[in-house]
């Protein structure tokens, strides 16, 4: 009876002494006015009748038992913990313990990555009462530097708020202007190594090739410094003389920086089918079509006289060279009976005299009547006859 209760109160008396001692008592006493929280486990987890708290104090794990009555629960007191290892490489972890991987409430631990990883999560996490770290272990994830914008060069495809671009990231590259073309890769890819495939593209003007053509071919609006023209730029064409040109007179350097067609070439000026002759011919076979420079002999018919040229030229797209076949006389014997006259050489009988042939008649009666003289020349056809009385 007595005693077990002074024994009681003597041992509650040592019991509170030693908690004030081990500063654990405010504890205690906190503990159970509170029923410490959900999370805080376990929280009233009978154990052989005893009731289990976990301390959120500094102290290392001890037990201590508290006889209050023969009913008392055993109370332990133990520390909050979180656990903690070493994470593997690129995870780096600052304020880990070296001796234990437990760490105490309130422990905090800061990460970071190896160079070339970008850490994902939170940089800093604090060992929570309910044993928990405040957060999970961010990762180290690989990553590559964003690509450094040059002006003019779109990129499409980077992700949100300047945020990491992770690998298999795709970027795509387009220039704003359209005289410009991507030189390079259109699409580039963040590798596992945090690199990506290739090299960043640039914009570059467009331009078309072009050089001073040989003759007989000119060009307008030829650069004198350079045979590269921009996008836009016009060409224009001519031939030389004696030319004609075949294709576009004009071209235009397109953003393809191809020219919008082919150059033209120059070819010769034909003149067609030399003209004909009339009382004349011409001395071979005749084509449709002649060249500039391209000569024609010309002939004519028997008892004509060519007066002229003997040729005719192909000269810048015309037949040059005048010619004409003039033509013989016809002196019959019924006009020269009519003016008594024969001729004087040669026995009288139809017949042709060129042109600019003389002929000379002799009265077949009579005298000649002095109007016109007895030797007269053929001119072009005509042959004036004299006559006799
Ligand atoms: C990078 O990878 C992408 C996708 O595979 C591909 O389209 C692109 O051509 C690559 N770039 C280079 C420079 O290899
Ligand atoms: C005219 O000339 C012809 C040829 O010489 C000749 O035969 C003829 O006798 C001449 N006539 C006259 C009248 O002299």
Redesign the pocket.
Known sequence: GQSAIICVTYVFFLEILFLWWTDCLSMFFWEVNTKPQAGSEPVFKTWKNAMHFQSTSQHDIFTLRRFLSLTTPVVFFSDITCQAQKPPHPLYVIGLSSTSDKMKYGHKLRFLCDNGYTLLGYTKVECLETGQWSAAFPICAVSCSPPTVQEGLIVSGLPDKDGPILSDH?ITFSCADRSKYLS??????CGQDGE????FPSCEDITCQAQKPPHPLYVIGLSSTSDKMKYGHKLRFLCDNGYRLLGYTEVECLETGQWSAAFPICVPVGCGMPPPLEFGDISTVVKNNYDHGETVEYFCQTYYTLDGQTHKTCSNGQWTGEMRCLRPCTVTLDDMRRNNIGLKYKPDSKMYSPHKDFLEFNCTTGSPDGRLAMRQQCIDGVMLLPSCQ
């Open positions: 795709f390079g890769s259109s699409e580039l890819i990506w495939n290739g090299t």
